[in-house]
């Protein structure tokens, strides 16, 4: 066990196999959920003599990190284990973030999303730092949009889509070496779909993604509907979500819901997340939240509540 504990990698699923005196082990899985099936007798050439068991017990090797971490409106506190939680960051995009973005195009202003760069990254660096995941969750649709039914088109839409939909090229210098990308944007959809040159859809730069991350394409407001977010959680044993990102009263909270509706426990960090919406709106979603879906704390409280 103490190998399997040095060598099985956090949050990834993948098959381990380890040889010793005669014995095979493979372990199935991750370290939150995981088979071990164990070969005795390997030298024996027939597999009907050979002694085979597969342990299903899933024992917790994982040892609870309890934190206790102070709330934002209330006189409270909530103890969470970190080795079962993640952070969750929704639809950070330049489509709603970026000065090139849709968003701006029309005049909206941008700098309370650009307020919580600073935040979600620290956010970000302290579950990296706890072994605990990152998760991002973008809107991802099919670029011809057949996922999409008419109702959320029209609800959504307001320029006209057709074959002949403007785009123009956007050119990105990336920040490792000074090289020029470029991609496309629309001049009129509001539809962020999975295409690769798809500038609108891209994470803000300025964000710290990482490739081991985990990244899900949702298809509305909610993360929930129709994606593999839920079984992801579950196999990589999360009990406890983090949220951040935009829109505050609309993905972010919608999201929240289902996964209160899901029974993991939900944390609003409110200085990762924000909304271009009116103020009556931030207030309503902080009430409900408060009342019904979860909890409310911030970044800096959840850094001075795992460095004690």
């Not at 050119?171 to 944007?185: L, P, R």
């Not at 009116?278 to 409310?296: M, S």
Request: hydrophobic letters at 30%; a negative charge; glycine letters at 4%.
């Amino acid at each position: 066990m103490d190998l399997f504990e040095s060598e099985i990698k956090d949050n990834i699923n993948d098959i381990y196999k380890f040889e010793k005196d005669n014995k095979i082990t493979k372990i199935y899985g991750n370290k939150n959920n995981y088979i071990i099936e164990t070969i005795e007798d390997d030298s024996k050439e027939n597999e009907d003599e050979k002694n085979i068991e597969i342990d299903l017990s899933r024992r917790n090797i994982i040892e609870p990190n309890i934190i206790s971490l102070n709330l934002v409106d209330d006189h409270k506190r909530i103890k969470f284990d970190m080795s079962r939680s993640a952070l969750m960051i929704i639809d950070m995009q330049n489509f709603f973030c970026d000065d090139l973005g849709y968003k701006a195009r029309f005049g909206y202003d941008l700098s309370l999303a650009k307020e919580l760069i600073s935040p979600i990254n620290n956010s970000i660096n302290i579950f990296r730092n706890s072994n605990s995941p990152v998760i991002w969750v973008n809107w991802g649709n099919r670029k011809d949009m057949l996922n999409l039914p008419s109702g959320l088109l029209n609800n959504f839409q307001r320029a006209i889509i057709n074959e002949n939909n403007e785009t123009e090229d956007v050119i990105v210098k990336s920040d490792n070496n000074n090289e020029e990308e470029t991609y496309q944007k629309s001049k009129t959809s509001p539809f962020l779909t999975n295409d690769e040159t798809d500038f609108e859809s891209k994470i803000i730069k300025d964000l710290d993604f990482q490739k081991n991350d985990i990244y899900i394409n949702k298809y509305r407001v909610s993360g929930f509907y129709n994606t593999s977010l839920e079984m992801i959680l579950r196999n990589i044993g999360v009990q406890s979500l983090f949220i951040a990102g935009v829109n505050l009263d609309q993905c972010v909270m919608t999201t929240l819901q289902d996964a209160n509706y899901r029974g993991f426990d939900c944390i609003l960090l409110k200085d990762c997340s924000t909304t271009s919406s009116p103020q009556c709106c931030f207030d309503a979603t902080y009430y409900n939240i408060n009342r019904c879906y979860g909890y409310i704390s911030d970044s800096q409280k959840l850094s001075e509540a795992v460095d004690q």
